[in-house]
Every structure is written in structure tokens, then in C-alpha cells.
């Protein structure tokens, strides 16, 4: 059964501009609709999330999706809304991205099932690799004028006086490129729809002029918003760089946090497009936050939401839980169940100190460990005040001056947490 695609995409923010009667033809049949992937990584970030969102909602809607990896266009380099040419890739490691890609893909769309709106997963360099020079420029070059490419808004802008970097041919020819993967889609797969974001709009319609000269055919387009924050900072970026899907490259912990703290603005316009809630339990949310916004409902349910849907339930609970260690009552048990990579991302900025494993073996003097050995502070003195004031705990327990900092404290058989009052907190590395 056909659902109404634009119109679930419009309420819920998503749509910046679509070719007129784009809707009318979604609603006479399954249609295929494709949304390139840049490979340059081998995770995707939440930048990209916006877009497997929408080929997500095109599937629910009864459709057939297509994720395009760009191969080809990925050892070449996008002009749109960037100011310099980017790193190009061999095909070998294009092939690993390719293959992580689609594995952290599979969480969201059905790749595997008999359904006949199972989604698909290409590779422009496979239609592109064969392609020379000279059929390229007779075959499809001749069809597109220099007038029509250099229209473009992203060609004019790396053009104007503003840049000094200019732009090269190879980037100039990329919209014939993306244009082409869309006239190849639309001969081999009857794909009818190319869908991305904003900044995209001008190589999407270069795809729907090669379908109209090219075959005679029609081609539509849609494109989304790009996601600001209301802080006008970058979406997806913070001060350690882009937050991954990979966990081993941003931990569920820092995932989590990421989306718990969203600005109330931003949760409102986030929960529309990162989770799959209905348009009625998502007024419902909006309504209570605004009613309490202190508990921060909308940021809670906008975490947990995403976080179970890129990881787990399980992760999201340790997620949690590891949130728990520095806000609430947490145990050393808890502590001890934290892998390395979220240990370090919960006390990020947290000073640290290396000690020998040979003083831990033995048994290192709690007055040692917080004042000459590990110095959190300043004096063996001060370490017997706070001691005395029983203000001192050791992962997350409290401790006594006759206690010793043993090998059963270790933390994944390397950290200590040292603790005064309530916010201060120091970690003892073994070295």
C-alpha cells in the first residue's frame, strides 16, 4: 500500500523544494528514489542521518529506496557549499567504506527481505570505472551546456571574487557525473526520483535535464534543509569533531549526551526528523515539555530514541547509567562496568596522573595517592583534613585514612577515581 511521502516529509520539516507534481507521481505507484552517500569515511556521521531518514520514510511509504555510493564521485570532490577540493580516495579503501556504510545502513532499511520494495545498495564507480574520457564528453558532455553548469549556485560561488581557491575542471565536470548516475538509474532501475539535501538541488536537476535530452524521460527531485542549530554552531560537530554511528568512533555514551543536550528549539525540530514517533505522540511531547520544559522531556525521549535506533536498547542503558556516574548515585560496580572509551568520555577534562602499576600491586597509601604520588592535592596535610572531613572517595565509595588503593580498584585494569565532595574528580592511570 501507498502511504503520502511528501506529505508525511512536510510535517515534519523536511522538504525545502520538490519539482512540482513530484507528490502526484509518488501516489500513482511504487516508484524508486535514490539519496547519494559521500564514502569518505568508513562510518557515517549524524549529517547523514537526514538523508537515511528520508530513504527510511520512502520504504514505510511503500517504496522502493536506493543508497548510492559514490564511488566515482568521491575520488572527485563536490563543489557544492564547500571552498576547497578534498582528499580522493583509492579504490580499496572507497570498497571498505562501501561495505561499512551498508552495514550501518542495514539498522535502518530493509536490504535482505523478498519485499519488493527491498532496499538496494550501487556504486557509481561501477557504471563509471569503464567510462573513457572521449565517450563520456560525446556521450553526455555534448548534451549540457557550459551556459546550464555554470548557472549553478555552487559553481558561481567558487567562482566569485570571495574565493581565491578557484575551482578546478574535475570539480566543475562533478554535476555531469552526479547528472549521469541519475540517467543511469533511471535507464537500468527506472528510478524516477533523486532526493538530498538543499545544497544539492542544482546536481539533482542536472540528473533531470540528462533524463528529459538524454531519454526523453522525466525525473524528479526533492531536497531537504540542511540542519542548523539554533546557536548557529554546526549540527553534528562538537569541539572533539563530527559524532559518528560507529561507536567505536564516538562512544553510545557520547551519542547520547550529544542529543540530551539539544536546545529546546532544536529537540522540537529534531524529534520530527530523527525518530519515526507519530505526528500525535510528538505534539503530546512538545505539549508536556513546554509544561515542565526543566525535566527536558523532548531532549530525553529524542536521545533515547536515536540512541536505540543507531546502537541498542542495551547500549542506550549503559548510556544512561554512565550518565548516571557523574549525576546520580552511581556504585563502584557501576564504575568497573565501563568500557575504556566511555571511562575517558565521562571524564573528558578530568585531571589525570600516571602512577607505576608496582605501588598499586603493593598497595598505594591513600594519603600518597591523593597528595605526593598522584597529586590531587597539594599536601599530605590537606589529604588528612579531607580525609578526616570524610570527604574522599575512591570510585564512587567512601574511604578512611588506613585505606590502601589496591589492583581490585582498577577500572578496566587501568584507571582509579579519586573523588572530593561532590564535583571534583581525579583519575590515577597506571602506567
Same mark, same amino acid.
Given at each position: 500500500?501507498?502511504?503520502?511521502?511528501?506529505?508525511?516529509?512536510?510535517?515534519?520539516?523536511?522538504?525545502?523544494?520538490?519539482?512540482?507534481?513530484?507528490?502526484?507521481?509518488?501516489?500513482?505507484?511504487?516508484?524508486?528514489?535514490?539519496?547519494?552517500?559521500?564514502?569518505?569515511?568508513?562510518?557515517?556521521?549524524?549529517?547523514?542521518?537526514?538523508?537515511?531518514?528520508?530513504?527510511?520514510?520512502?520504504?514505510?511509504?511503500?517504496?522502493?529506496?536506493?543508497?548510492?555510493?559514490?564511488?566515482?564521485?568521491?575520488?572527485?570532490?563536490?563543489?557544492?557549499?564547500?571552498?576547497?577540493?578534498?582528499?580522493?580516495?583509492?579504490?580499496?579503501?572507497?570498497?571498505?567504506?562501501?561495505?561499512?556504510?551498508?552495514?550501518?545502513?542495514?539498522?535502518?532499511?530493509?536490504?535482505?527481505?523478498?519485499?519488493?520494495?527491498?532496499?538496494?545498495?550501487?556504486?557509481?564507480?561501477?557504471?563509471?570505472?569503464?567510462?573513457?574520457?572521449?565517450?563520456?564528453?560525446?556521450?553526455?558532455?555534448?548534451?549540457?551546456?557550459?551556459?546550464?553548469?555554470?548557472?549553478?549556485?555552487?559553481?558561481?560561488?567558487?567562482?566569485?571574487?570571495?574565493?581565491?581557491?578557484?575551482?578546478?575542471?574535475?570539480?566543475?565536470?562533478?554535476?555531469?557525473?552526479?547528472?549521469?548516475?541519475?540517467?543511469?538509474?533511471?535507464?537500468?532501475?527506472?528510478?524516477?526520483?533523486?532526493?538530498?539535501?538543499?545544497?544539492?538541488?542544482?546536481?539533482?536537476?542536472?540528473?533531470?535535464?540528462?533524463?528529459?535530452?538524454?531519454?526523453?524521460?522525466?525525473?524528479?527531485?526533492?531536497?531537504?534543509?540542511?540542519?542548523?542549530?539554533?546557536?548557529?554552531?554546526?549540527?553534528?560537530?562538537?569541539?572533539?569533531?563530527?559524532?559518528?554511528?560507529?561507536?567505536?568512533?564516538?562512544?553510545?555514551?557520547?551519542?547520547?549526551?550529544?542529543? +540530551? %543536550?539539544?536546545?529546546?528549539?532544536?529537540?522540537?525540530?529534531?524529534?520530527?526528523?530523527? &525518530?519515526?514517533? $507519530? @505526528? !500525535?505522540? =510528538? *505534539?503530546?511531547?512538545?505539549?508536556?515539555?513546554?509544561?515542565?520544559?526543566?525535566?527536558?522531556?523532548?531532549?530525553?525521549?529524542?536521545?533515547?530514541?536515536?540512541?536505540?535506533?543507531?546502537?541498542?536498547?542495551?547500549?542506550?542503558?549503559?548510556?544512561?547509567?554512565?550518565?548516571?556516574?557523574?549525576?546520580?548515585?552511581?556504585?563502584?560496580?557501576?564504575?568497573?562496568? +565501563? %568500557?575504556?572509551?566511555?571511562?575517558?568520555?565521562?571524564?573528558?577534562?578530568?585531571?589525570? &596522573?600516571?602512577? $607505576? @602499576? !608496582?605501588? =598499586? *600491586?603493593?598497595?598505594?597509601?591513600?594519603?600518597?595517592?591523593?597528595?605526593?604520588?598522584?597529586?590531587?592535592?597539594?599536601?599530605?596535610?590537606?589529604?588528612?583534613?579531607?580525609?578526616?572531613?570524610?570527604?574522599?572517595?575512591?570510585?564512587?565509595?567512601?574511604?578512611?585514612?588506613?585505606?590502601?588503593?589496591?589492583?581490585?580498584?582498577?577500572?578496566?585494569?587501568?584507571?582509579?577515581?579519586?573523588?572530593?565532595?561532590?564535583?571534583?574528580?581525579?583519575?590515577?592511570?597506571?602506567?
Amino acid at each position: 500500500m501507498i502511504k503520502n511521502f511528501v506529505e508525511e516529509l512536510t510535517w515534519r520539516g523536511m522538504i525545502q523544494d520538490s519539482m512540482p507534481g513530484t507528490e502526484e507521481h509518488l501516489l500513482e505507484a511504487m516508484r524508486l528514489a535514490y539519496v547519494g552517500i559521500d564514502p569518505t569515511a568508513d562510518s557515517l556521521h549524524i549529517g547523514h542521518l537526514v538523508g537515511v531518514m528520508g530513504l527510511k520514510h520512502f520504504q514505510l511509504s511503500g517504496h522502493k529506496p536506493i543508497a548510492l555510493v559514490g564511488g566515482a564521485t568521491g575520488m572527485i570532490g563536490d563543489p557544492s557549499g564547500k571552498s576547497a577540493e578534498r582528499n580522493l580516495l583509492n579504490e580499496e579503501t572507497l570498497r571498505h567504506n562501501q561495505n561499512a556504510i551498508k552495514e550501518q545502513l542495514s539498522r535502518f532499511l530493509d536490504f535482505d527481505s523478498n519485499a519488493e520494495n527491498a532496499a538496494l545498495m550501487v556504486n557509481n564507480y561501477d557504471w563509471m570505472k569503464e567510462f573513457s574520457f572521449l565517450d563520456f564528453i560525446r556521450d553526455v558532455g555534448k548534451h549540457i551546456t557550459v551556459n546550464y553548469m555554470m548557472a549553478k549556485d555552487s559553481v558561481k560561488k567558487r567562482l566569485s571574487s570571495e574565493s581565491s581557491v578557484g575551482m578546478s575542471f574535475t570539480e566543475f565536470t562533478y554535476q555531469l557525473v552526479q547528472g549521469y548516475d541519475f540517467l543511469h538509474l533511471f535507464k537500468s532501475h527506472q528510478c524516477t526520483l533523486q532526493m538530498g539535501g538543499s545544497d544539492q538541488w542544482g546536481n539533482i536537476t542536472t540528473g533531470t535535464e540528462m533524463i528529459r535530452r538524454i531519454e526523453g524521460g522525466k525525473g524528479y527531485a526533492l531536497t531537504w534543509p540542511l540542519i542548523t542549530k539554533a546557536d548557529g554552531t554546526k549540527f553534528g560537530k562538537t569541539e572533539g569533531g563530527n559524532i559518528w554511528l560507529d561507536a567505536e568512533r564516538t562512544s553510545p555514551y557520547k551519542f547520547y549526551q550529544y542529543w +540530551l %543536550n539539544t536546545s529546546d528549539v532544536d529537540a522540537e525540530k529534531y524529534i520530527k526528523i530523527f &525518530t519515526f514517533l $507519530s @505526528r !500525535e505522540e =510528538i *505534539e503530546n511531547l512538545i505539549a508536556e515539555h513546554n509544561e515542565a520544559p526543566h525535566l527536558r522531556v523532548l531532549q530525553k525521549r529524542l536521545a533515547e530514541e536515536i540512541t536505540t535506533m543507531v546502537h541498542s536498547k542495551e547500549e542506550l542503558e549503559n548510556a544512561i547509567k554512565a550518565s548516571e556516574i557523574l549525576f546520580g548515585k552511581s556504585t563502584s560496580d557501576d564504575l568497573k562496568q +565501563l %568500557n575504556e572509551k566511555t571511562f575517558l568520555d565521562i571524564f573528558e577534562g578530568v585531571p589525570q &596522573t600516571e602512577v $607505576s @602499576r !608496582e605501588d =598499586i *600491586e603493593e598497595g598505594l597509601d591513600i594519603i600518597a595517592a591523593l597528595a605526593e604520588k598522584g597529586g590531587f592535592l597539594k599536601s599530605n596535610g590537606e589529604a588528612r583534613r579531607a580525609l578526616k572531613e570524610n570527604s574522599i572517595s575512591v570510585n564512587k565509595e567512601k574511604v578512611t585514612a588506613e585505606y590502601s588503593v589496591s589492583v581490585s580498584d582498577l577500572i578496566n585494569d587501568k584507571f582509579v577515581l579519586l573523588q572530593r565532595g561532590k564535583k571534583n574528580y581525579f583519575v590515577l592511570t597506571v602506567a
